[in-house]
């Protein structure tokens, strides 16, 4: 008794016999090693028990659809986790099983498997929109990482299609409609003909019945002599290739009827005037044949002008194969002679389902990704000839998804690269809305403006008229529309705001030569300008503000002075006031930190503006030399922003004391920016980044953590 019987006796409880379990065991039986059985049988076990007392809309067990799911896939000899996957397919949906434990129980790839099938099953498309179907197709295939999710999806439509007439009318168009310009398409890139065919034909008579039943009479009624032509046909060329000693398969075939209709809608034209309804397909066992076989064929009919198609050496995109030459045959009559290997007609039936076909050789080394690559190069192969660009994308879209697809609230699809945030999707969809976006939801949820986007999540902007692209996002953004848009502004923002601070630089240096800018003749500028290279006085002021030229410099060459001293010229000057709200070309320095109420100096810096550092900061030490890249700066009397603060905790080593400082910070109204703890032989010190007021608003923070129970002492780093 074979081992499939033998589970069958032993192991099937009377009550499931109906299910079907049986046939498909014998079809596995057929192609897996016995070893994959047990496993199996174990899935089916655990489906058929979550499932218990659950209906289809038919009034079947709901079993018996995971199982004949997993049928349609062993037709197509797919590896033991495609078909684990199929049983299992509607636990995680239907049922209280879960993921984990069906990656207990089955393993990783069972559960990735399953998991994917669960997220597609939570797309509907039901957009009116012809360019949409395309993009949603895609969005299917990025987020099935692993093509078995799609082949069991595949199948699963596939089942629902058959079972369909106990929905209701409603539900029975949208899901038709649904399988015609999503689904069938799928099975038709990858490739899975007898997939795509039945999807189609199913499709077809559900969503259009009237013209389905109309043109399927008018095929039945044109066909009787065409069949009786084909027939003849058929003997003829088999009788002639076997006197050539040639061995070859020859079939009738007859196109589909969607097929029909649709090549009928896309070129106008009436039944008549389709040349390859009906066909003749030779099957052999090499290439080389097949060119003797289109010889001979040509020989004795007379070939069509213009219709000769070599996919041999050039294959369509889903790796199909064949010679497709259209005859006159013996009556006049147009048919389509297809000439291939049995390998090619493999393909051509099985599509990328032939890469996940069980093989014993590769089965333990190869793994889904390597059997991925392996589908790759051979297409690339055979592709070498082909259309390039389209070739890539699909191997883009299929394989390696790099895209995200994401919804907008009106349910329009938006692809972008993979790590897009809400920014990239906000500048995607108008660059206003980019400038002024503020907040940003994911499925109703709001999420920070980094947040990385997901397949099939809906995403919305929130938009305030105030806003303005923040230097920030220039940090996250993957899109170059989004990174030049924010760039641009920045840009604009940067030389607006540099030119007024060059001005007041500029006017300040002029001071202690009793000058004024506004009273400066033409006639002393313009010699300045011209010695400088520089084209007038706006882009004076920029390069000023942003540091490349030297205030005082400039001045004493406006003053047609030689500037003296410089230290003596800076001693004049007159401090620049500063309230941290100057913005781009006002910087503060990340060496000592300084904060309003410390005694602060400004450092002119080559293209970035104005550092200010604090006055005992260290490094400052190494500008000494440089004093006409000095302002002097203070603060103006109330600044309006918080500013950053580092100081270091020196603590115990004990559980909970991080938690208690932050605790005593914020109850302080103080911010933490950012934290590090350091652990020492005889403790820890803790490094907390804060965003202080001024002075006095460290102090009592500093305070504060001086009560906490465990701290040994605070200090301020200031360079
Ligand atoms: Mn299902």
Redesign the pocket.
């Known amino acids: 008794m074979s081992y499939a019987a033998a589970i069958r006796e032993r192991r099937l409880p009377g009550a499931r016999r109906g299910d079907g379990f049986g046939a498909l065991l014998e079809t596995l039986e057929s192609y897996l090693p016995e070893e994959e059985l047990p496993g199996i049988v174990d899935a089916y076990e655990y489906s058929a028990g979550v499932h218990e007392g659950q209906q289809r809309h038919s009034g079947d067990p709901y079993i018996t659809?995971?199982i004949a799911?997993a049928r349609i896939l062993a037709e197509l000899h797919l590896d033991a986790g495609s078909i684990k996957a199929a049983l299992l397919?509607?636990v995680v949906e239907d049922t209280e099983g879960t993921v984990p434990e069906i990656r207990e129980q089955f393993g990783e790839d069972v559960a990735v498997l399953v998991d994917g099938v669960s997220k597609l099953d939570k797309l509907r498309f039901d957009s009116a929109r012809e360019a949409q179907a395309e993009s949603f197709r895609k969005m299917l295939l990025a987020m099935a990482r692993d093509l078995r999710v799609i082949l069991v999806k595949l199948a699963?439509r596939t089942?629902?299609m058959r079972t369909i007439e106990a929905l209701s009318p409603e539900k029975q168009r949208r899901i038709a409609k649904e399988t015609l310009e999503i689904y069938a398409p799928i099975a038709n890139r990858l490739g899975i003909y007898s997939l795509k065919s039945e999807l189609e034909t199913l499709g077809f008579s559900t969503y259009q019945p009237f013209r389905y039943r109309v043109l399927k009479n008018a095929l039945d009624k044109a066909g009787g002599k065409q069949r009786r032509v084909l027939a003849k046909l058929q003997s003829q060329l088999t009788k002639l290739l076997a006197k050539q000693g040639i061995e070859a398969r020859v079939t009738g075939r007859e196109k589909h009827i969607y097929s029909i209709y649709q090549k009928m809608q896309r070129k106008h034209v009436h039944l008549s005037e389709i040349a390859d309804v009906f066909g003749i397909r030779v099957i052999v066992e090499d290439i080389e044949l097949c060119y003797r076989v289109l010889g001979i064929v040509h020989q004795l009919y007379k070939p069509m002008p213009g219709r000769f198609r070599d996919y041999i050496a050039i294959p369509r995109v889903n790796g199909y194969q064949s010679l497709h030459t259209t005859v006159f045959g013996t009556t006049g009559v147009p048919l389509e002679v297809q000439i291939r290997t049995d390998e090619m007609d493999e393909v051509a039936e099985r599509g990328i389902a032939a890469n996940w076909q069980y093989k014993a050789v590769d089965k333990r080394t190869s793994t889904t990704e390597k059997r991925a690559r392996a589908w790759l190069s051979g297409l690339m192969e055979l592709q070498h000839a082909a259309n390039s660009e389209e070739f890539l994308e699909t191997v883009r879209v299929d394989l390696f998804p790099d895209k995200v697809y994401v919804f907008t609230p009106k349910g329009e699809i938006l692809r972008l690269p993979r790590g897009a945030t809400p920014v990239d999707f906000a500048y995607a969809v108008h660059t206003d809305v980019g400038n002024r976006c503020v907040a940003a939801k994911i499925d109703r949820r709001l999420v920070p403006l980094k947040t990385t986007l997901n397949n099939g999540e809906m995403v919305e902007i929130i938009t305030a008229r105030s806003a303005r692209p923040q230097p920030s996002w220039v940090g996250y953004v993957v899109t170059a529309k989004a990174r030049n848009a924010i760039r641009a502004y920045l840009r604009k923002l940067e030389k607006d705001e540099a030119r007024a601070l060059g001005k007041l630089l500029l006017s300040q240096a002029l001071r202690p030569y009793s000058l004024n800018l506004r009273r400066l003749r033409k006639a002393r500028i313009k010699p300045v300008l011209e010695e400088l290279g520089i084209d007038d006085l706006d882009t004076l002021y920029v390069e000023v503000g942003l540091g490349r030229r030297i205030a005082p410099i400039v001045a004493g060459m406006l003053a047609q002075d030689a500037g003296g001293d410089d230290m003596e010229v800076a001693a004049r000057r007159q401090p620049l006031d500063v309230a941290g709200t100057e913005g781009l070309v006002v910087d503060y320095a990340r060496c000592c930190y300084p904060i309003p109420g410390d005694d602060i100096i400004g450092f002119m810096s080559s293209g970035r503006g104005i550092v200010i550092h604090g006055e005992s900061c260290r490094t400052l030490a190494g500008y000494r030399k440089q004093p006409s890249k000095w302002i002097p700066v203070s603060w103006t009397s109330r600044p309006k922003r918080e500013f950053l603060s580092e100081i270091h905790v020196r603590t115990q080593d004990r559980v909970g004391l991080l938690a208690e400082i932050a605790a005593r910070i914020s109850a302080a109204d103080c911010n933490i920016d950012a934290v590090r703890v350091d652990t020492e032989a005889d403790g820890a010190v803790q490094v907390f980044r804060l965003r202080v007021r001024d002075r006095k608003h460290l102090a009592e923070v500093l305070r504060n953590i001086r009560t906490v129970p465990g701290v040994e002492g605070v200090t301020r780093q200031a360079g």
């Open positions: 659809h995971p799911v397919h509607d699963d089942h629902n």
